[in-house]
């Protein structure tokens, strides 16, 4: 995906949150975890304090990671995307060739992936096994218990 990360204005806008939220109360309770340890003494024998230090690298670290995702971040219009074949925020029924089971998933970028809400990864199995197929189409995606195949059913647009 050329390194962009494809995301819609929804994921785009909780991110933006997520992100102010680190960057003001996360950081506001980080320096003061780290200034009530440094109340309670010597800094060498503290492990409270080193506590709180290595909290603040994570939390730093995370506002660093998702500022990159930001960066690269290019919010797509999804009233103007094709649902001839399988692409990013299409949503896809399909059916389980073997079991003849069917399942509907919304294919989204990986920050948005959230199995409970349906909602898998293009960069997953399933999902770069189904980009770009049609109505029809079979699917074959390699499972850690071997090759599964996949129906393509139905392509829209929720």
Known sequence: MSGYNYMSQEGYDKLVAELDDLKT?????????????????????????????DAQGLLELRINKMELKLAKARVLDQSELDTSSVVVFTTVTIKNVKNKREMKYQLVSETEADLKAKKISVTSPIGKGLLGKKIGDIAEVTTPNGVVEFEVMNIELV
């Open 25 to 53: 109360r996360g950081r506001s309770e980080a320096a003061q975890a780290i200034a009530e340890a440094r109340e309670k003494g010597d800094l060498s024998e503290n492990a409270e304090y080193d506590a709180a230090k």
